[in-house]
Structures are given as structure tokens and as C-alpha cells.
């Protein structure tokens, strides 16, 4: 970690040479950097893009790509689903908690069907396809799908489910290598350079410069062991992701995410964070959390996840995402899948995105018993399980976790048990507080002069949950904000 002498602000009266300057400079080339610029360019600026990494595409490129987009985007309607922004909003509220930023969130849901025309207008393609299968995201190129657990209790029944999980369409792609986050960044990065913004890769920012007023004027910058001054005429935007893989602040906030940061990149080492820290930005929702679970959806829904006492916590219909916060945070990590050898052999003859996510069981049994036996649990606490989900699953019903009646059947026999402690991982959620025109906000409440974020290094629409998209849909969202705002004010 850097120190953190040297990561307070240098006075711009020290500086004595500017290697570059520019109206606008934008730390980080990823989906918030390349919102920031497209918007600051048409603004009128001239713009400067300073990237770590040897090209654009930060976490954004390499991820699934979906955006989380909704309130009757015309792909919505095309598909034949109604939304609305306020059904958005309230199925936020409730799932993206506890301590949203309700204004955000409610200037996001507002602003999503123009954001998602946005998007199209840069080139970004989105295919009129629904995918209605349980997964992390569609095998193929679908262009939306549910990403949240709208369609899943206790969401189901307090808004009218909607997907909203908008993902752009890529041909050939492969889980974690080749995915629809790069077919968001080429048409991204695309516009921003024909708009005339400029980029110097393989420089890493230290610091932020200041002037008298306490004005950030500039960054100071290493490139290849050099220090580089770079000097912003109207604002410094900083994009450069979460705090993931660094295990001092994860070690500081986000305890639970020790030893397993695997859902970002290396690069997430939190530096915009400190650097502004060093300001005296407010930060907010730093415990907060995104928890992948490493289990085939398809699966998932088929049998029921039990924890350490053999109990079930949690509706295995709802999103993947849900469930992994679930086990790492209320459940000390400790899941097991039980699974009956009919919906076993029926759930791996589906489609599935990933191979990964088809291991074979740890445990076969012929009885309940048995299993629970070999698996340690605590005696006759599996077979109580079973039995009353299989009392209310021969009517079709589960009045314990509300799971959805399609996928509620009786655990037969024989069965299978699944070891899926540890199967987590997970990246960081929060930050830099900002305002809605993505400016940082100091301790006392006011804006940091000259000073914007966007992405996953500021405190976004999420708190304690999370729904896939919403990094880089309030990243690109609020990545706009921020281009404009450094450019005009």
C-alpha cells in the first residue's frame, strides 16, 4: 500500500514543468472513464484520458457486460415486458439495501430509458432475445434477462417483476475470457476517440495537485518509474475502480472479502479513493460487497441449499448474486446443495454458460439420513429440512422462502449433496461519496472544487445488496454526469 505521505496533495506552485494538460483529464479508461470523456468532449472539452494498464477496457471489458436498465427501455417493450421507473425504483429501494442513496437511485431510474438510448446511439448493439433460464448470465447472445431476483421472493411480491439486465450482444463468447463487456467498451472507446480524446497508457496516478484555493488543478503520475505532472484546467475526473485488491482497505472496510477478491481485477488497488481521502472526501458503504457463489443456477433451483445446521436460508430460485451475500455474510460461508439424482441429471442436460459450474456431487446417499450422516450434520437436523419442504413441495408450494412453484418439487431419492463452503468471491462496493452531478463531496458536505468520480471508486446505487449491471450501469450513468460537469463548470 502506498504511503500515505505520499498520497496527500502537492501544491501547484511547486510544480514546475506540465508534461501534459488538458481542459478535462480522466483517470481510468474503463466504462466510467469512457462515459466521462465522451460526454466532456461534446461538452466541448478538450480531454486527456490517463490509463494504468497498456489499453482501455479496465474490469468493464472483462466482465459479462450487463447493465442494469429499466422503466420501459424500448428493448423492455420490444420483448413484450412492462416497467416502469418507479416499479425500478421501489424494487431498488428494497433490494439494493440497507442505506441506499434514495436520491441516486431515484435520479438513475429516471434517467435509465434515456440512458439505455445512450448507449445504442455510442454503437453499443443489443439483441431483442429473452433468456428466461436460472444463470450468472445467457450462453449465448440474448440481449436481456432477469439480474437481480426481481422474479424471485420476496421481490415478486412487492413490485411487478421486471428483467432489466441489458447485455450486449457478443458472438463466440466464453465466460471470464470473451464476454459482452467488451462489445460495450469498442464502441465506448470508439466514440471517445473519434470525439478527439487523447490517452497515455502505462501511467499510474500518485497524486492529486491543488492549487491555493484548494482547487484540484492536476494529477502527478508515474510512468515507468518517472513522475509525470499532469495539469486540468477545468477538472480531474477520477475512474479508477474499487479497493478490491487492497488488502489493507479490504483488511480496514471490507473484512469478509479477505483471501478472496477473485470477482475484479488487480488493478483495483483503490488509489482514487485514497488520494481524494487525502482531501478529505466523505466515503461511504465501505463494508459493502458484491459475493459471486460459484453454483450452476440450474442446479440451484432443482434442490435446496442448506447451511452448517442443515437448514435452508435462502429461496435458490432468486439471483446468484443474492445468494452469495447471503452465505458469506449471514451464513459464515457454509452451503451445501442437496440435490435428488432425477433434477441432477435433469439440470445438467441444460445449457449452461460456464463448464466450470459443472463439478460432480461430494456426497451420494440413498436416503436422507444417510446423507446428512456423511456430510456432519448435526443429527436428524437435514431430515427435518427435507420433510417439511417436501410436505409443502408435493402441493407445489414453499411457504418457508416463497421459492417460485415451477421449481418446487419433493427431494426424492437417491440424492446428492454438494460442498459449496467457500464458493465465494467478491469485489467492493463502496467509496467516494459524490453528488448527483458526480461531484466529491468533502466531510463537511460540500463539493471538492475541481474534483468529480464515477464507478466503482465512489459509493453508487448500491449499498448492502447488489443486482448484476448496476457497477456498470450507474458507472457509465454517472461516468456522463461527471464528464459534463468537469467540462462545463
Not at 440481449?143 to 411480491?157: C, H, I, K, R
Not at 467509496?431 to 465512489?458: N, Q
Amino acid at each position: 500500500m502506498t504511503e500515505t505521505a505520499t498520497v496527500r496533495p502537492l501544491r501547484a506552485n511547486a510544480v514546475t514543468h506540465w508534461d501534459f494538460e488538458a481542459d478535462v483529464v480522466i483517470v481510468g479508461y474503463g466504462i466510467a472513464g469512457a462515459a466521462a470523456a465522451i460526454e466532456a468532449a461534446r461538452a466541448g472539452a478538450e480531454v486527456l484520458v490517463l490509463e494504468r494498464t497498456g489499453g482501455w477496457g479496465g474490469a468493464a471489458s472483462q466482465s459479462g457486460g450487463f447493465i442494469y436498465l429499466g422503466g420501459g427501455t424500448p428493448l423492455q417493450k420490444a420483448l413484450g415486458f412492462e416497467d416502469t421507473p418507479e416499479n425500478m425504483e421501489r424494487f431498488l429501494l428494497a433490494a439494493l439495501g440497507p442505506g441506499v442513496d434514495e436520491a441516486k437511485i431515484h435520479d438513475y431510474c429516471q434517467g435509465s430509458v434515456e440512458h439505455y438510448t445512450w448507449l445504442v446511439d455510442q454503437g453499443v448493439p443489443f439483441k431483442e432475445e429473452f433468456w428466461g433460464q436460472p444463470g450468472w448470465e445467457p450462453p449465448h447472445d440474448e440481449g436481456l434477462m432477469y439480474s437481480g431476483g426481481e422474479n424471485a421472493a420476496p421481490f415478486n411480491t412487492l413490485v411487478p417483476p421486471a428483467p432489466r439486465g441489458h447485455l450486449p450482444q457478443m458472438t463466440d463468447k466464453r465466460l471470464g475470457e470473451r464476454g459482452g463487456g467488451y462489445m460495450l467498451m469498442k464502441p465506448l472507446t470508439d466514440t471517445a476517440e473519434s470525439l478527439g480524446v487523447t490517452a497515455e497508457y502505462d501511467i499510474r496516478l500518485q497524486r492529486l495537485i491543488v492549487d491555493d484555493d484548494d482547487r484540484v488543478v492536476g494529477v502527478v503520475a508515474k510512468r515507468y518509474g518517472d513522475l509525470v505532472h499532469v495539469r486540468a484546467r477545468r477538472g480531474v475526473v477520477l475512474a479508477t475502480g474499487s479497493f478490491a485488491y487492497e488488502q489493507k482497505m479490504v483488511e480496514n472496510y471490507a473484512p469478509r472479502l479477505i483471501g478472496r477478491p477473485a470477482a475484479a481485477i488487480e488493478q483495483h488497488d483503490g488509489i482514487g479513493i485514497r488520494v481524494a481521502q487525502a482531501l478529505g472526501a466523505e466515503l461511504a458503504h465501505m463494508d459493502a460487497t458484491e459475493v459471486a457463489f460459484f453454483g450452476d443456477p440450474q442446479l440451484l433451483v432443482r434442490g435446496i441449499l442448506v447451511n452448517g445446521r442443515g437448514q435452508r436460508y435462502i429461496p435458490e430460485d432468486t439471483y446468484p448474486g443474492r445468494i452469495g451475500q447471503a452465505t458469506l455474510i449471514q451464513q459464515d460461508n457454509q452451503a451445501f446443495l442437496i440435490i435428488d439424482e432425477a433434477a441432477l441429471e435433469e439440470g445438467m442436460a441444460t445449457e449452461t454458460s460456464s463448464p466450470y459450474f459443472r463439478q460432480p456431487p461430494t456426497w451420494a446417499a440413498e436416503t436422507v439420513e444417510e446423507l446428512e450422516s456423511d456430510m456432519g450434520l448435526p443429527a436428524g437436523a437435514l431430515q427435518a429440512t427435507v420433510e417439511v419442504y417436501n410436505r409443502h413441495a408435493a402441493a407445489g408450494e414453499d411457504p418457508v422462502l416463497g421459492k417460485k412453484p415451477e421449481w418446487v418439487r419433493p427431494i426424492g431419492t437417491p440424492l446428492a449433496g454438494f460442498d459449496m463452503r467457500n464458493f465465494t468471491a467478491g469485489f467492493t462496493l463502496g467509496g467516494l461519496k459524490t453528488d448527483l452531478d458526480s461531484r466529491v463531496l468533502h466531510v463537511s458536505g460540500e463539493p471538492i472544487a475541481g474534483l468529480y468520480a464515477a464507478g466503482r471508486c465512489t459509493s453508487g446505487i448500491c449499498a448492502g445488496g447488489y443486482a448484476s449491471g448496476s457497477s456498470l450501469g450507474d458507472g457509465s450513468f454517472y461516468g456522463r454526469r461527471a464528464g459534463r460537469a468537469a467540462a462545463t463548470n
